[in-house]
């Protein structure tokens, strides 16, 4: 996400199965390898069925039948297809906090990505949206993506996770 911002300095290393994604990787190919859920829902301002042909299309995908299937597979596994199937053409806009927030979900497994990153996706969620959300995190680990949720709530991480790391300033504190 840093290609476009001027003056952006980055340090370190981030590997992706042993390539450097900052000095070996093609950011079209990083975007497809890697989905991202940000804090806030962030629907494009678009469709519904647009929101999640958007990366496909990207990455050369234009046969409509195709794309049809990987918006029902996607929203589908988002576990939000039965209540979107007759709202495909419409805003994405007009979705409540958890139906946004689970097409943003749909939206980065449409490309089928080898990871997921996640910042705090249920923290601008009330309980019950909440709780529609970790249904489909829990879901997707099923299907064994690989996914990397950042969180301040331990008892999500608790639950969710095979493998938790409590890191503070950037230091590893604990691992487990």
Same mark, same amino acid.
């Given at each position: 996400? &840093?290609?476009?911002?001027?003056?952006?300095?980055?340090?370190?290393?981030?590997?992706?199965?042993?390539?450097?994604?900052?000095?070996? =990787?093609?950011? &079209?190919?990083?975007?497809?390898?890697?989905? =991202?859920?940000?804090?806030? @829902? &962030? @629907?494009? @301002?678009?469709?519904?069925?647009?929101?999640?042909?958007?990366?496909?299309?990207?990455?050369?995908?234009?046969?409509?039948?195709?794309?049809?299937?990987?918006?029902?597979?996607?929203?589908?596994?988002?576990?939000?297809?039965?209540?979107?199937?007759?709202?495909?053409?419409?805003?994405?806009?007009?979705?409540?906090?958890?139906?946004?927030?689970?097409?943003?979900?749909?939206?980065?497994?449409?490309?089928?990505?080898?990871?997921?990153?996640?910042?705090? @996706?249920?923290?601008?969620?009330?309980?019950?949206?909440?709780?529609?959300?970790?249904?489909?995190?829990?879901?997707?680990?099923?299907?064994?993506?690989? =996914?990397?949720?950042?969180?301040?709530? =331990?008892?999500?991480?608790?639950?969710?996770?095979?493998?938790?790391?409590?890191?503070?300033?950037?230091?590893?504190?604990?691992?487990?």
């Amino acid at each position: 996400m &840093n290609d476009l911002v001027e003056n952006c300095r980055i340090t370190g290393k981030i590997l992706l199965n042993d390539t450097d994604i900052y000095q070996q =990787m093609n950011v &079209n190919l990083l975007r497809r390898r890697v989905g =991202m859920v940000f804090q806030s @829902p &962030n @629907p494009f @301002p678009m469709s519904i069925y647009d929101n999640i042909a958007y990366g496909p299309r990207t990455h050369g995908i234009k046969n409509k039948t195709q794309l049809d299937e990987i918006v029902e597979r996607s929203l589908s596994q988002a576990a939000i297809w039965d209540e979107l199937k007759d709202r495909l053409k419409k805003s994405a806009l007009g979705l409540s906090g958890g139906q946004q927030q689970r097409l943003c979900i749909a939206r980065a497994l449409a490309v089928n990505p080898e990871v997921i990153l996640m910042d705090e @996706p249920t923290s601008a969620l009330d309980p019950e949206l909440t709780g529609e959300v970790l249904k489909v995190i829990r879901s997707i680990a099923q299907e064994h993506i690989t =996914m990397i949720i950042v969180t301040h709530e =331990m008892g999500f991480a608790r639950e969710l996770s095979d493998r938790v790391i409590f890191m503070d300033e950037g230091q590893v504190i604990e691992s487990g």
